[in-house]
């Protein structure tokens, strides 16, 4: 990083930054609705080597595809201004401005080992070390959850995606062997410890090559969706509702909206499932929630595909403990909770599957709980 940050700005930087992409075990599309998730921080991670500017000058500069410098002035920023990858860096920069913090430019090389487009919070690993290059560069002094929502705001405000704010504290705030269990109202996160392999267990990450774009639409009807339900409800978020409530809501929404709210329901109920057993040492019980959280986004979310079907279906089928699709959906990863004997040939079989059917060769990689943002030179 170092070496190639001097020869795109002919300096050294001042450091470099790492921030995690992550997976989502539990609680997908909860999070704008105030309720609960619980992600883990994978190994692949966000590179991003900055140097302060005086000049007002943001340069930006990505190793994915070696393409030209983009030139911007940091008092100029506006959203919708920058339609490239660059708009998330910039975002970052711009929320801090409108925050009050008294930053201004900077030259940034990024590099990267999360897939982009499968599902794993590329654009907030992103955004994370870029913000958290910025809090020590210029000195803001900013906790990582505060750091967190500056990423959210950028995603939001300046790259137009009404994402939550789950996948940007994950990359923020998660820890070695543990998962992230987020409760988003309240603003809290707790440390649940999650180590798969002491206990024999493996998590495979099935990329299914499907790219998914969360800017294009579909991501805001859904969340539009859940926030008309909930006003018709006389609700502030669908988190106030039990499964309890289901029957009652039922009968009070438009038929369209009432599939959108059962997932939300449920899914903020296997979150506080998944807990339960994490806490007492059986992770294997978490197998089925994860199955259960599947069925849900594909029937009542309508946001899984038929890779991802495919692949959550073949797992299944050669013994996986669990398998469902991660993240917001539309494409993207699906994982697979398996006893480590039988991880080789799940991945073979939903990897024939695949072929099978005429699909792309998906990529599998296993993963295990890793490290939030940081400092690393």
């Not at 711009?94 to 487009?117: F, I, K």
Request: negative net charge; proline residues 5%.
């Amino acid at each position: 990083m170092t070496e190639a940050f001097l020869r795109i700005f002919g300096a050294g930087p001042e450091g470099v930054w790492a921030a995690p992409g992550r997976v989502n075990l539990i609680g997908e599309h909860t999070d704008y609705n105030d309720g609960f998730a619980l992600p883990i921080a994978i190994p692949q991670h966000t590179l991003v080597a900055a140097r302060r500017r005086q000049d007002g000058r943001l340069r930006l500069h990505s190793a994915q595809g070696d393409g030209p410098v983009i030139d911007l002035r940091v008092d100029r920023l506006t959203a919708g201004a920058v339609t490239t990858w660059g708009a998330y860096p910039a975002g970052v920069v711009w929320a801090l401005r409108e925050a009050g913090h008294p930053v201004g430019g900077a030259d940034l090389h990024v590099d990267s080992t999360v897939p982009a487009g499968a599902g794993l919070s590329s654009s907030a690993a992103l955004e994370c070390a870029v913000a958290f290059a910025y809090n020590d560069l210029y000195g803001l002094d900013l906790s990582a959850s505060a750091l967190a929502l500056i990423g959210q705001r950028a995603e939001n405000g300046f790259a137009g995606v009404p994402c939550g704010a789950m996948d940007q504290l994950a990359s923020a705030c998660c820890t070695a062997g543990a998962a992230l269990h987020l409760d988003i109202r309240a603003g809290a996160h707790q440390q649940i410890p999650f180590a798969p392999q002491a206990q024999g267990m493996s998590l495979l990450v099935v990329d299914t090559r499907v790219k998914h774009d969360l800017g294009d639409g579909a991501y805001a009807a859904l969340r539009a969706g859940c926030e008309q339900a909930a006003r018709l409800l006389g609700l502030a978020a669908l988190r106030d509702l039990t499964p309890a409530d289901l029957s009652r809501a039922g009968t009070a929404l438009p038929a369209h909206l009432v599939p959108l709210v059962r997932h939300v329901v449920t899914e903020n109920a296997r979150v506080t499932d998944a807990v339960s057993h994490l806490r007492a040492g059986h992770l294997a019980a978490l197998g089925p929630i994860l199955t259960d959280g599947h069925a849900s986004l594909r029937d009542d979310f309508r946001i899984s595909c038929t890779e991802s079907d495919l692949a959550v279906d073949t797992a299944l089928a050669h013994g996986a403990l669990g398998a469902r699709m991660t993240g917001g959906g539309f494409g993207g990863s699906v994982i697979v909770l398996a006893q480590e004997g039988r991880v080789e040939a799940i991945g073979a079989a939903v990897t024939a599957a695949f072929r099978a059917a005429g699909y792309q060769a998906p990529h599998l990689f296993p993963v295990s709980p890793a490290a939030g943002a940081r400092r690393i030179a």
